[in-house]
């Protein structure tokens, strides 16, 4: 099972590869060129940035997943070792949390008073990055409890190993 779930990771890895090199580039050109006089066409560069930065934060939080499911093969996943990696994936996920956010202010203030942001629904595409927040927002607690959870997992294990 254990070979499945990397089998995953590593297809998440090629899939932000494939992202970062191909499809975040492609469509913020496509942006650009389709907004060229407008607001929107000098948001190329910050939003390509962004959306590179995003997937950045994917890679080195599934890295961290790697190293707890090497833990959990092992049998040792209540250590200290645990602990770094889930850190490391709240720290991950905090840091594209707040990269939606920045998205989000930047595309409401930058796309109110543009006219063609207005014919591709302004409000739905805020309403989509309202709903990533939200999302994003929830797995950072999420994680944030886990990490607690395993914080009294591993202070438990290292009472039970004294005791015995």
Same mark, same amino acid.
């Given at each position: 099972?254990?070979? /499945?779930?990397?089998?995953?990771?590593?297809?998440?890895?090629?899939?932000?590869?494939?992202?970062?090199? /191909?499809?975040?580039?492609?469509? #913020?050109?496509?942006?650009?060129?389709?907004?060229?006089?407008?607001?929107?066409?000098?948001?190329?560069?910050?939003?390509?940035? +962004?959306?590179?930065?995003?997937?950045?934060?994917?890679?080195?939080?599934?890295?961290?997943?790697?190293?707890?499911?090497?833990? #959990?093969?092992?049998?040792?996943?209540?250590?200290?070792? +645990?602990?770094?990696?889930?850190?490391?994936?709240?720290?991950?996920?905090?840091?594209?949390?707040?990269?939606?956010?920045?998205?989000?202010?930047?595309?409401?203030? #930058?796309?109110?008073?543009?006219?063609?942001?207005?014919?591709?629904?302004?409000?739905? /595409?805020?309403?989509?990055?309202?709903?990533?927040?939200?999302?994003?927002?929830?797995?950072?607690?999420?994680?944030?409890?886990?990490?607690?959870?395993?914080?009294?997992?591993?202070?438990?294990?290292?009472?039970?190993?004294?005791?015995?």
């Amino acid at each position: 099972m254990l070979d /499945v779930l990397k089998g995953i990771v590593v297809l998440i890895w090629i899939g932000c590869l494939w992202g970062q090199a /191909v499809v975040v580039p492609t469509l #913020s050109q496509a942006v650009g060129d389709l907004f060229y006089p407008q607001n929107q066409a000098a948001m190329r560069w910050p939003y390509l940035i +962004a959306g590179e930065l995003f997937l950045l934060c994917v890679e080195i939080a599934f890295g961290a997943v790697w190293r707890l499911l090497t833990l #959990s093969g092992s049998g040792r996943v209540f250590t200290a070792k +645990a602990l770094t990696c889930v850190n490391w994936v709240i720290g991950c996920a905090a840091a594209a949390t707040a990269l939606t956010l920045l998205v989000l202010v930047v595309f409401l203030i #930058s796309g109110w008073n543009d006219p063609v942001i207005e014919t591709m629904d302004y409000y739905a /595409v805020a309403f989509m990055l309202g709903v990533v927040l939200i999302a994003e927002i929830g797995f950072d607690l999420l994680m944030t409890v886990m990490r607690g959870l395993l914080r009294a997992a591993t202070d438990q294990s290292d009472e039970l190993e004294q005791v015995i």
